[in-house]
């Protein structure tokens, strides 16, 4: 079983960063692909990174440039940094994993809110 617990969302001025942090409770972390995705009110969930085990990211197009994914794999953690945030970037964050071969993202943290708003 793999449980994730994100933290570090909250309420941010335009233009300010947040720190998104997800921790994995899981035997071979490294072989899992993370994600963090976001669900704003009345829209469907959209991917906003990926990262694999060695460290190549992805990124959707509306936050390349401002977001950062990262990850430890000693401690079993993946790290969003958002930078220059609008407050379309408003939505519940999700911290996502699945394996290297699995068609779609198939773990999920409980999310945390993040809100941009002056």
């Known amino acids: 079983q793999v449980q994730l617990v994100e933290s570090g969302g909250g309420l941010v001025q335009p233009g300010g960063s947040l720190r998104l942090s997800c921790a994995a409770s899981?035997?071979?972390?490294?072989?899992?692909?993370m994600g963090w995705y976001r669900q704003a009110p009345g829209k469907q969930r959209e991917l906003v990174a990926t990262?694999?085990?060695?460290?190549?990211?992805n990124y959707a197009d509306s936050v390349a440039g401002r977001f950062t994914i990262s990850r430890d794999n000693a401690k079993n953690t993946v790290v969003l940094q958002m930078n220059v945030l609008k407050p379309e970037d408003t939505a519940v964050y999700y911290c996502?994993?699945?394996?290297?071969?699995?068609?779609?993202?198939?773990?999920w943290g409980q999310g945390t809110q993040v809100t941009v708003s002056s």
């Open positions: 996502g994993a699945k394996r290297v071969f699995a068609s779609a993202f198939n773990y």
């Open positions: 899981v035997r071979d972390f490294s072989i899992y692909i």
């Open positions: 990262i694999t085990s060695s460290g190549s990211t």
